[in-house]
């Protein structure tokens, strides 16, 4: 029996103890990089490329309402003369699943030319698109653009990697999977405190495609 309670004890402090650290450490993400976030295209300053983080896009080549968000922001940047190109950075993994095609194509129907447009089709994630950009497409000067719950880990791997990015917050409608959405953040908070403490290699290194 008292081993019972003790062990008991001993999850819920570890329990709590996990939780404290978790908040605590997305508090310090927060904290590190409030000074490079943006909400007000006003007041966000002008840099030559945006980057668009990719997100999911449907079997139709529709993009996914988040994905949405962000694309449309990149477009309200261009158009107001904050940015003069826009890196596009996703997850083509396979022949059947091509994140940064549907937003090129997204992009020319809403009358962005081709020449405005930087495809990265080995964005596989938030780390890989921050280090292509910087370490393969060579860009020094940015926006980065996506949701305020996603913004802050983008920067912090960015600003860990020696980049002086700023952020703008994509528009933001509420989403259905916003808990889920939210609750993977916080532990992908880890990944990225490893990734810049390591300095991890991408999947895919030295290659434009």
Known sequence: MRFLKKSILYTVILIVLGILITLGLEAFIKQDISSRMYAKIDEVPNAKTAIVLGASVYSDGKLSPILQ???DTAIDLLKHHKVEEIL??????????NEVDAIANYLKKHGIS???LILDHAGFDTYDSMYRA???FNITDAIVITQQFHLPRALFI?????LDYYGFEAKEREFKIENKIMKREKLANY??????IFQTKPKVLNKKI
Request: hydrophobic letters at 25%; a positive charge.
């Open 69 to 71: 968000d962000r694309v």
């Open 88 to 97: 596009i950075s996703g997850d083509h993994s396979s022949d059947n699943y």
């Open 114 to 116: 081709r020449d405005k």
């Open 134 to 136: 910087s370490k393969v």
């Open 158 to 162: 960015s600003k860990h990697l020696g």
């Open 191 to 196: 990944k990225a405190l490893f990734e810049v």
